[in-house]
């Protein structure tokens, strides 16, 4: 069983950064791509960036390209997502999550996730 651990989220003013993390349990963190999705209140789940296994791919919602940067420390068993230029519209539980199959690709459903954290809140003020 893969558990997955979400830390780093707060409370910060808008245009302020946050990094958030993501620690894996288990032997096989760095056969899967892994992903971080956001679920603000009142909202459907959405995607927000992705990595492929090895971090040679990633790609992001349009929402926070430029802004957001994913990577990966296969060593550590952990992904982080560096958040810059925040604004209150990215207010939202954040929640990462590991693909179902063993492959070099990026996903952007989450349907094609099959473990979560239980997420993170990030709150960005006006």
């Known amino acids: 069983q893969v558990q997955l651990a979400e830390s780093g989220g707060g409370l910060v003013q808008a245009g302020g950064s946050l990094r958030l993390s993501c620690r894996a349990s288990?032997?096989?963190?760095?056969?899967?791509?892994m992903g971080w999705f956001r679920q603000a209140p009142g909202k459907e789940r959405e995607f927000v960036a992705s990595?492929?296994?090895?971090?040679?791919?990633?790609s992001y919602a349009d929402s926070v390209k430029g802004r957001f940067t994913i990577s990966r420390v296969n060593a550590e068993k952990t992904v982080y997502l560096q958040m810059n230029s925040l604004q209150p519209e990215d207010t939202a539980v954040y929640y990462c999550?590991?693909?179902?199959?063993?492959?070099?690709?990026?996903?952007?459903?989450?349907?094609?996730?099959?473990?979560w954290g239980q997420g993170t809140q990030v709150t960005v003020s006006s």
């Open positions: 999550a590991r693909a179902y199959a063993v492959s070099s690709r990026v996903y952007q459903e989450d349907h094609e996730y099959d473990y």
């Open positions: 288990g032997r096989t963190f760095d056969w899967y791509t």
């Open positions: 990595i492929n296994r090895n971090g040679g791919s990633a």
